[in-house]
């Protein structure tokens, strides 16, 4: 995270626990994604820069790494969706901004849209009744269809765009 993507102006050294935490679930969410049987030997780097900070850093940085690694033609399970969601007073709400998302549970979740497998479900923030779990799970699995939805389109538009280019100059 840029310094001065937040509110909070204080020094974050390079290594510090948030960003180590965002980096082990890219990690760990792109190593469930990605075809790597057909990679031996190799090694993907993925670097996000975050610019401005207002909620939903972690959805956000996995929504832009799947559309980063599918333009680089790294092969995916599935496209890769992310959501996250929070309890406020009592009903499930998407795309929490910072206020929100220190106010009560978080969850974030990330699916394989085609087939709603879960390949990231982090709740952070306060604690979760169990009688809310399902309320918040289904919000957050309509949010990724809808990103799905967007993301896709704007897939099939950059491909079409990139061969209409490449016929044209042919």
């Known amino acids: 995270m840029a310094t001065f993507s937040t509110g909070e102006r204080r020094r974050r050294p390079k290594g510090d626990r948030r960003s180590a935490e965002m980096s082990k679930f890219i990690q760990d969410t792109f190593e469930a994604a990605i075809l790597t049987e057909q990679f031996p030997q190799s090694q993907i780097d993925i670097y996000v820069q975050i610019l401005q900070g207002d909620g939903g850093h972690l959805s956000a940085c996995i929504n832009g790494a799947c559309l980063a690694v599918m333009d680089a033609g790294i092969p995916l399970r599935g496209f890769v969706c992310s959501c996250s969601a ?10 929490v901004n910072y ?3 220190n106010c009560g549970p978080q969850l974030t979740l990330a ?7 879960v390949i990231l479900c982090q709740l952070g923030g306060a604690r979760l009744h169990m009688d809310r779990l399902d309320s918040i799970m289904s919000a957050c699995t309509k949010g990724c269809q809808d990103v799905f939805a967007v993301l896709k389109e704007l897939t099939l538009s950059h491909v079409r765009d990139g061969l209409a280019v490449q016929t044209s100059s042919t």
């Open 86 to 95: 929070a309890m406020v007073e009592e009903e499930a709400i998407l795309d």
């Open 99 to 101: 206020l929100e998302e």
């Open 111 to 117: 699916i394989l849209a085609q087939s709603e497998k």
